[in-house]
């Protein structure tokens, strides 16, 4: 996901926005006409959830007016701006998608092919010129126990031309079938590029959407009107001249930061951070569980609720006396993409967070069933246990708890646990709208966010102390080792299905180049093999892992059990291990 190239587009696309006049923007609706009547944590959840903020898609309108409705309801309460020169906002540069560029040309042997009627680049196709002979390489995936010859045609330095998707899978698609996919194992087998052939009855497919970064390898789909011509050019081992000329779309995305001072100068440095993101699926597509629907997902739950319930936080704290220590506050984007708006904070923040106390994270929190809340991450601090339990010993209603110790799971509060600062994350479990457009407000308990609030509330009190109690002491716990694999998002590296399982926990943050560790797992084979934390993965099993898709892609071509060289570097020095896959269960 993240690479050298997004870094080069963030200066140029910041200078594009300073160009979009704000009236450009559609206006955002006003929440005094949205949440008639309500009031309390439902009355947030209403606003945010409306239709009219369209899902609030990282970069869209959407989520543009969701940053600027957490940040007026944090004002309100007094919070101080601590973003950006001295706004509540923390901006920085997202892809969006695509656009192609005019100098896109294809032409084998003297036959010209038309750009957006014979064929088309892929919205993370390279942006080059090559000449190449053409290889006809079958589906381009290594299919064991077929005669699929094609498969292993010598392809380095050829333009590698396969058929559309995989015939193992169901439908035909599934990951090894997505051109992605393909294209990340063609360039690491040395192909000058690779060419999908497309069936009848499918058209070309759009960049318009497409937010992977650009590979170093041109990647073309042909129509299945052309596809006979070139099939045929590839067999006869003909040349092609391929130009292609693909341009990132980028928009801005914005953290919302607030900030609640320090009682006590002594501990300025030293905040207490609650976090929610107010991002979610907009339209569908990539993430949603329905993803034919082009409907919006209204994201009640996901996550507006724990938006609802970080504001519900800042009320209850703003109200009372000053904590000794701040109190930092941090609305994020992105985290449907993939933790974008944490990692990003993290890595740049707006304020010293080395010696933060501690991290709260509100992700789903807005469906309680029986009193029923899961609190993650009591494994990264000694005292988090008792602290929680008697924070909700101390409430007017308690709540039914239940811990878990893993730090690291789908959520931003994995950011802030890979950079060593003790985590909770509050959870209400999931459900049968989750991530669907019938993710509705009408469906969330505003009561039930309150209480949770209120215990968040009570456990950020203890951590901050004042001038009559001092604050609890909290002990960290490094480099927690979760008991199981967490259920995941594509971008880390364990999902169901009993397929090859290394053990790694991914780090989110932005890099040009190599997968960065945060922690394996407790008796993984990477554990075994003598990966540790901070191990950034350039090689796995002789491919180069420029990023989290090449690893991903590299470990889903192997089987359990399988025998593979894994090149990690560390402190500079390049290290080689050896590892046996496990199941993954
Ligand atoms: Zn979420």
Not at 35 to 40: D, K, N, P, Q, R
Not at 158 to 186: I, N, S
Not at 370 to 394: C, P
Not at 515 to 525: A, K, M, N, Q
Request: aromatic share 6%.
């Amino acid at each position: 996901m993240y690479d050298s190239k997004y870094r080069a587009g963030v200066v140029a696309t910041l200078a594009v926005f300073a160009a979009i006049p704000v009236c450009a923007q559609p206006r955002c609706p006003d929440p005094a006409t949205v949440a008639i009547g309500l009031s309390g944590p439902i009355q947030d959840v209403r606003y945010l959830a409306d239709d009219a903020l369209q899902g609030r898609e990282v970069g869209s309108p959407g989520a543009r007016c969701a940053a600027e409705y957490v940040a007026s309801r944090l004002e309100s309460m007094g919070l101080q701006p601590a973003g950006d020169n001295g706004t509540y906002f923390q901006v920085f540069p997202v892809r969006r998608g695509a656009e192609l560029g005019p100098r896109n040309s294809l032409a084998i042997s003297s036959e010209s092919y038309a750009s957006g009627k014979d064929w088309t680049p892929l919205g993370f196709s390279a942006s080059v010129r090559v000449e190449a002979g053409l290889v006809d390489a079958g589906y381009g995936l290594s299919r064991p126990g077929t005669d699929d010859g094609a498969a292993h045609a010598e392809v380095s330095g050829k333009l590698m031309v396969v058929e559309w998707g995989d015939p193992d899978a169901v439908h035909g698609g599934g990951l090894r079938g997505d051109p992605h996919f393909k294209a990340t194992v063609a360039a690491g087998r040395g192909a000058a590029g690779l060419i999908v052939l497309l069936p009848e009855g499918m058209s070309l497919p759009s960049a318009e959407e497409e937010i992977r970064n650009a590979l170093d390898i041109p990647v073309l789909a042909v129509s299945a009107s052309a596809a006979p011509a070139v099939r045929a050019a590839a067999r006869a081992g003909r040349t092609a001249s391929v130009v292609t000329d693909v341009r990132p779309t980028m928009a801005e995305a914005r953290n919302v930061v607030a900030l609640l001072p320090a009682g006590d100068p002594t501990q300025a440095g030293r905040p207490i951070i609650v976090g929610a993101h107010f991002d979610h699926l907009g339209l569908g597509g990539e993430g949603s569980l329905d993803p034919d629907a082009r409907e919006v997902h209204n994201g009640a739950d996901d996550n507006a609720s724990g938006t609802a319930g970080l504001i519900d936080i800042a009320r209850r704290l703003s109200a009372g006396g000053r904590l000794a220590h701040p109190v930092l506050f941090l609305g994020f984007t992105g985290e449907e993409k993939g933790l974008w708006g944490s990692a990003h904070y993290v890595s740049e923040p707006t304020l010293d967070i080395s010696r933060a106390v501690a991290m709260l994270n509100l992700d789903m929190v807005g469906r309680m069933v029986h009193d029923a809340v899961t609190v993650f991450g009591t494994g990264t601090a000694e005292q988090w246990e008792s602290l929680a339990t008697d924070a909700n010993a101390g409430l007017s209603r308690p709540l039914t708890l239940s811990f878990s110790p893993d730090g690291y799971g789908p959520s931003d509060h994995a950011s802030f646990t890979a950079a060593g600062i003790p985590v909770l994350h509050f959870f209400t479990n999931t459900h049968a709208d989750y991530h669907r457009p019938s993710d509705d407000w009408d469906r969330i308990d505003g009561d039930g966010i309150a209480r949770i609030g209120e215990l968040a509330a009570g456990i950020v009190r203890r951590l901050g102390g004042d001038e009559r109690t001092a604050a609890a002491s909290l002990t960290p716990i490094r480099t927690v080792r979760p008991a199981a694999p967490t259920a995941t998002s594509p971008s880390s590296s364990s999902s169901s299905g009993y397929g090859p399982y290394f053990g790694t926990i991914p780090d989110m943050t932005p890099r040009d180049f190599g997968l960065r560790i945060t922690g394996v797992r407790e008796g993984s084979p990477a554990e075994k093999a003598g990966l540790r934390a901070g191990d950034v993965i350039v090689e796995f099993d002789g491919r180069e892992v420029s990023d989290i898709y090449a690893y991903t892609y590299a470990l889903r071509d192997k089987k359990p059990g399988d025998e593979v060289r894994v090149v990690v570097e560390r402190d500079g020095v390049r290290i080689t291990m050896t590892a046996v896959l496990a199941v993954r269960n």
